[in-house]
């Protein structure tokens, strides 16, 4: 049994959707305290990091995934579940969630990309390749060319390179993929990219929780 994590950011339907399609039984929840029991937990979400945050901080959810990082659950975060993990967002004046060191940073100008992300638009809206860049139990199936679905206008940079496991380009390369210990998460939608994001959740369902 999945349980999804219900924050109000959007998204969850199409999570369970895709659970089920896989032979996935899951449930919705708001409550903290099964958010610490449950044996597997999916984080995903859709909008505003800060008021995200918000909520996460008012309902208890945000310390109870906390409690559940270090109790060792397994803990798939997906989009701004996969933002906010990390310390801090540029889309948030608040304290994200400090899973992962490191900080969401939103698409800008820079003349060092190829070419330069002016010339991009912002959000990154569509399929992409996805590439590996350390080994994972996840990405195990990850063939050369495989494309994911992304919507977004940020995206996560953890602190430290050992934590950053797949990688995509748009005007530059940028972690889509991350993950310490219990903890792994995507920028792109598992639940929107067909039979690859299929693929990932189902092994998500069999993941102990180590790399």
């Not at 399609?21 to 903290?32: H, I, R």
């Not at 109870?64 to 993990?85: E, K, S």
């Not at 638009?121 to 350390?134: D, S, T």
Request: glycine letters at 10%; hydrophobic letters at 35%.
């Amino acid at each position: 049994m999945l349980t999804i994590v219900d924050y109000n950011a959007g998204n969850l339907r199409s999570v369970q959707r895709a659970c089920g399609a896989v032979g996935l039984s899951s449930l919705f929840t708001q409550d903290p305290e099964v958010v610490r029991r449950a044996d597997r937990l999916v984080f995903p979400g859709v909008g505003n990091a800060e008021s995200a945050m918000q909520t996460l901080n008012e309902t208890g959810l945000g310390e109870a995934l906390r409690d559940a990082h270090r109790r060792g659950t397994p803990i798939l975060g997906i989009c701004v579940g996969a933002q906010l993990i990390l310390d801090s967002s540029e889309e948030s004046r608040l304290p994200c969630l400090g899973l992962i060191a490191g900080k969401t940073r939103r698409f800008s100008v820079s003349q060092h990309s190829t070419p330069p992300t002016d010339s991009l638009k912002v959000p990154h809206i569509g399929w992409n390749e996805v590439r590996r860049a350390r080994a994972h139990f996840l990405l195990e199936e990850l063939e050369p060319g495989d494309e994911f679905y992304f919507v977004h206008s940020y995206y996560p940079d953890p602190t430290d390179p050992e934590d950053v496991y797949a990688v995509t380009d748009y005007g530059k390369p940028f972690c889509c993929a991350l993950g310490r210990d219990n903890l792994f998460a995507t920028q792109f939608h598992p639940e929107k990219s067909g039979r690859l994001g299929l693929q990932l959740l189902a092994r998500f369902s069999r993941w102990s929780g180590s790399c």
